[in-house]
């Protein structure tokens, strides 16, 4: 029988796994700081080597301090599935540990990626369906540019119907690019982008919270079609309130999650 190991040995052993095993992340540089408000940003990042993504994921990204400690935060990836460099819109919230680091990164600086996507905010949680419902708050809006930015994703979809609800006119990040994307060819007239706007008024834009607007029929008014069981696919993103209302909302009418690998009606992320 072998000697029991010494704490010497066991640290040596330990970090001779640590040597041998990949890492779980990889740096990167930021290559762009775009901003929509002082507290709303995108960045655009270096792909990491090797990094896959379905879009709609997440990955954890870490900032590191002048000692080397990291605080690592989810965040969604905006950018397309192939697209050669990462992109990630950003709120900095008041007093919160990742935000007061995330204020002083510009061009140039580093951010640790950890190696792959995660998460069920993607299209194959959902079953066929006609009609993709895609409701966003804040900066829940970003996996589903990155969802609109693999067009080929959308193919099964006859209608898709985008809201992003923000307190202000300016937070309405991508709102251009979504216009472009809505008038492409490859689109075709598919997309139907609605704006909400709650703390101003913004001619265009309505100016209630999402489950208010579903239980006034609003919505559903603007985008030219109902939200049903039979045709509808939906997918909810950001505050946790209006996850949490969504999924009461769409329970009550029989949409389910998807479960134990059987494709569902509704799938949700939560940021907070
Ligand atoms: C799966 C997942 C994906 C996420 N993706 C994104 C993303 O793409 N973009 C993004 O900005 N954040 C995203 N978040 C939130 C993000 O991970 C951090 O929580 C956020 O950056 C704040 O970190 P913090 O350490 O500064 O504060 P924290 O201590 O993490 O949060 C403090 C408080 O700030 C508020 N808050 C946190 N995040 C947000 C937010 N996004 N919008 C509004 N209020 C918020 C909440 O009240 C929270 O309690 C995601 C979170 C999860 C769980
Ligand atoms: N957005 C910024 O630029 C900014 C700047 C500084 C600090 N912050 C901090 O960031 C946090 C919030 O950021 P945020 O404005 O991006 O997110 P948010 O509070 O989730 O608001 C985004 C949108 O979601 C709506 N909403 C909120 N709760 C809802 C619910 N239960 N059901 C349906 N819709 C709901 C909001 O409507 P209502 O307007 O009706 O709430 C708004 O239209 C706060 O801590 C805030 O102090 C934000």
């Not at 408000?37 to 792909?47: C, D, F, G, K, N």
């Amino acid at each position: 029988m072998n000697a029991p190991a010494t704490a010497e040995q066991l640290a040596m052993s330990k970090a001779a796994d640590a040597q041998q095993k990949p890492a779980r992340w990889q740096r990167s540089t930021v290559l762009d700081v775009r901003h929509w408000t002082p507290e709303v940003r995108s960045l655009r990042i270096t792909r990491p080597h090797g990094f896959r993504f379905t879009p709609g994921h997440y990955v954890r990204l870490g900032l590191e301090d002048a000692t080397g400690e990291a605080v690592w935060r989810p965040f969604s990836m905006v950018s397309g599935r192939d697209e050669a460099e990462l992109e990630f819109l950003t709120l900095v919230v008041p007093e919160g540990p990742f935000s007061e680091r995330l204020r002083t990164v510009v061009t140039g600086s580093t951010m640790l990626v950890e190696n792959f996507g995660l998460g069920f905010l993607t299209l194959d949680q959902l079953a066929a369906g006609t009609n993709l419902w895609l409701l966003a708050s804040g900066s829940g809006i970003g996996p589903f540019i990155s969802i609109l930015r693999t067009p080929a994703l959308c193919d099964g979809f006859a209608r898709i119907i985008l809201v992003h609800s923000v307190r202000h006119a300016a937070e309405l990040a991508y709102a251009d690019e979504i216009r472009q994307i809505a008038a492409s060819p490859i689109i075709a007239g598919r997309l139907h982008y609605i704006p909400v706007v709650t703390r101003e008024a913004l001619p265009g834009a309505l100016n209630a919270r999402i489950p208010a607007l579903l239980e006034q029929s609003l919505l559903q008014a603007h985008a030219g079609v109902d939200l049903e069981l039979a045709h509808s696919r939906v997918m909810v993103c950001g505050n946790p309130d209006l996850t949490r209302d969504m999924r009461a909302y769409l329970a009550a009418r029989g949409f389910q999650s998807s479960r134990r690998g059987v494709a569902g009606q509704m799938a949700f992320e939560k940021y907070w």
